[in-house]
């Protein structure tokens, strides 16, 4: 299960960023992913629990930010949203996607006290 070694990573990043003797607490964070990253968010949420006990962000909040898959159409050269790396431009039916955004996952933001 990779969600845990994401959620590692996740905590390295909070934890450096809570690092700070003014931050008691981290009571949210919030993640931005993208539609093709590969991420199964029940996984992610089970891991969440597990790795961050004993840091800042125990108990935290965990949301999640779903980002639409986007590719640029050659075709027709708008760029798209598309539900599936291999679908069709929705706009003018052709087949020359370059994917352009969906695949990212990234801390937007998290609260703190």
Do not use: N
Not at 3 to 30: F, H, K
């Amino acid at each position: 299960m990779h969600e845990m070694s994401l959620c590692e990573g996740i905590r390295r990043v909070v934890d450096q960023a809570a690092a700070s003797d003014e931050i008691a607490r981290v009571t949210r964070v919030r993640l931005e992913i993208g539609r093709f990253a590969g991420v199964e968010k029940h996984a992610l949420t089970f891991a969440w629990d597990i790795v961050m006990k004993g840091s800042k962000a125990e108990g935290a909040a965990l949301e999640m930010i779903d980002l639409p898959g986007v590719a640029l159409c050659y075709d027709c050269m708008k760029q798209v949203e598309i539900a599936d790396r291999l679908d069709p431009c929705p706009d003018c039916g052709g087949g020359k996607l370059m994917p352009e955004g969906g695949d990212e996952m990234r801390i937007k933001d998290m609260e703190v006290i």
